[in-house]
């Protein structure tokens, strides 16, 4: 007869068994669970110098625009521009032939003298060999009307006493009468002499003197403007005129630009408004020169919105010595709104939009962690971050749309 196992030992062995069994269905792969791993792409949060701006298209126009016309007519006996010459201000353009009117300002030259010789004879009144001559004049025709006098009364007696005839008598009274008036104009004269002339007589040559005066400076303004010049420094546009054609007063003979400065003008969404300010710095690029910036100063904001766009109309002056620019080129313009600062930016792909959230996933050790960041400006390509991130991150800039938090992520090379 066997001996039969002490209870221990069948306990112990139970107990083996249960343990190998357990580790047998653990260890079996084909009821182990896989973790998902996602493809991703990163890119490197960086920390930038940055300048914040508002982007806008422009146009370039002339800073100014004249249209440059006669004031006189006449023969244009030359002409001193053409269509694109460069001109100064103050250039002579146009010459219309001047000979009527140097005759005219010679005349008017002419009565001005001899108005103003009768005028200043009035005021400095009679030179003493006049006065001489006046009083000479004086007894003169005195001693001639006593003599005339006496004529008459010995021919009155004769003529009573039947000794001469009616004619003869008749005669030497009237030469009397003419003596008397000589005698009187002769005092009157030399009254006239002696006293001066009377105020309304200066007054009168005065007016006389003044209205030549201002005759002859017409005559010479006039003469002046057979010579045309230019207002401003700029570059002819059009030329509307030949030399040798007749020209009226107010025909147009050039247009002028001026292409230095050049204006810029742009239109700024109403949300942008509140940015801009006289004085602010502009900064414009143009397809004619690829690569080249140019700058310019903000001059001129318009009272009131465009009411159809709901845009600002904003001018600024742009230097232009060199005239490479030309008016009616289109220009991409940035308007810089502030100072530089240092800030995190990250492509605008990696940004995720969740109604008044936005986020962005990381990568940290293989896994995307899950970020809520604010926004500020957007640069090109790239958007400001001002907060939620640092520098440096690796930022899921592909395939974040199917991340969630603690995701296992592989980035692909």
């Known amino acids: 007869m066997k001996a039969s196992l002490p209870a221990s030992w069948v306990i112990l062995t139970s107990l083996a068994l249960l343990f190998v069994t357990n580790s047998c269905e653990k260890a079996d792969p084909k009821t182990a669970v896989e973790e998902k791993t996602y493809n991703v792409q990163v890119r490197t949060a960086e920390k930038k110098v940055l300048r914040p701006f508002v982007e806008a298209i ?6 100014d625009e004249v249209t440059v016309s006669t004031e006189v007519d006449g023969v244009l006996s030359n002409l001193k521009a053409e269509e694109g010459t460069r001109v100064s201000q103050g250039m002579l353009l146009a010459q219309i032939d001047d000979a009527d009117y140097l005759l005219e300002v010679k005349r ?25 001559l006046a009083k000479a004049e004086v007894d003169q025709t005195l001693a001639d009307l006593e003599k005339r006098k006496a004529d008459r009364e010995r021919a009155k007696k004769l003529y009573e006493g039947k000794y001469i005839s009616a004619q003869e008598w008749d005669s030497a009274r009237t030469a009397f009468e003419v003596a008397v008036a000589t005698h009187q104009k002769a005092k009157e004269n030399y009254a006239l002499v002696t006293e001066g002339p009377r105020k309304e007589e200066i007054a009168a040559a005065r007016a006389q003197l003044e209205q030549a005066q201002a005759a002859l400076a017409l005559a010479r303004q006039k003469l ?20 040798g054609e007749f020209v009226k007063n107010g025909s147009p003979l050039f247009t002028i630009i001026q292409s230095d400065p050049l204006k810029l003008r742009f239109n700024l969404p109403e949300k942008e408004v509140g940015k801009v300010k006289p004085r602010q710095e502009v900064s414009l690029r143009v397809d004619a020169f690829p690569g080249r910036e140019f700058k310019g100063i903000v001059s001129t904001i318009y009272p ?4 159809k766009t709901r845009t600002l109309m904003v001018e600024a002056l742009v230097p232009n010595p060199d005239e490479n620019l030309k008016a009616g080129l289109f220009a991409k313009v940035i308007l810089y709104t502030g100072a ?67 995701v296992k992520v592989h980035v692909a090379r």
């Open 58 to 63: 422009g146009t370039l126009y002339p800073n």
């Open 108 to 132: 008017a030259e002419a009565t001005v003298e001899a108005a103003d010789s009768r005028f200043q004879q009035l005021v400095t009144g009679a030179r003493p060999q006049e006065v001489q």
């Open 224 to 243: 002046g403007k057979t010579k045309v010049f230019s207002p401003l420094a700029g570059v002819v546009r059009v030329k509307r005129v030949s030399k």
């Open 304 to 307: 009131s919105l465009e009411e």
């Open 340 to 406: 530089a600062k240092e800030t995190v930016v990250v492509p605008i792909t990696a940004l995720l939009y969740e109604e008044a959230t936005i986020k962005v996933f990381v990568d940290e050790g293989g896994r995307a962690k899950e970020r809520t960041v604010g926004v500020g400006g957007k640069y090109g390509e790239v958007m400001e971050i001002t907060e939620g991130l640092a520098g440096g991150e690796k930022v899921v800039v592909a395939g974040q749309q199917n991340l969630s938090e603690g």
